[in-house]
């Protein structure tokens, strides 16, 4: 089945620099879309960042400019590059995957990871 990994969450001070990755794994042939989200303590999931498979990224108005989106179609994986991280970047961060096809199926639905835990703290 259809699984999401995300790796390289942790503690860094503010003003750090983070890489977050996310495989996707199950015979999957194409990802129309990838992303990140995040939740923090207290505060709905909001979006981060997204990519499609021709590299068209998305960004939140509060990481433009510090996080950068990437993926490698052919690994099925997505990153996140987080630079000149703030406290207000504290969540747990979630990858998305919509539009999954795989050897048996096409999947429109979304697909999560379970998360990583930013901490962004001095």
């Known amino acids: 089945q259809v699984q999401l990994v995300e790796s390289g969450g942790g503690l860094v001070q503010p003003g750090g620099s983070l890489r977050l990755s996310c495989a996707a794994s199950g015979s999957i042939f194409s990802i129309n879309a990838m992303g990140w989200y995040r939740q923090a303590p207290g505060k709905q999931r909001e979006l981060v960042a997204t990519?499609?498979?021709?590299?068209?990224?998305n960004y939140a108005d509060s990481v433009m400019g510090r996080f950068t989106c990437s993926r490698d179609n052919a690994k099925n994986t997505v990153y996140l590059q987080m630079n000149s991280l703030k406290p207000e970047d504290t969540a747990v961060y979630y990858c998305?995957?919509?539009?999954?096809?795989?050897?048996?199926?096409?999947?429109?639905?979304?697909?999560w990871g379970k998360g990583t835990l930013v901490t962004v703290s001095s």
């Open positions: 998305h995957a919509i539009g999954i096809a795989t050897a048996t199926k096409f999947y429109g639905m979304d697909f």
């Open positions: 990519i499609t498979t021709g590299g068209i990224t």
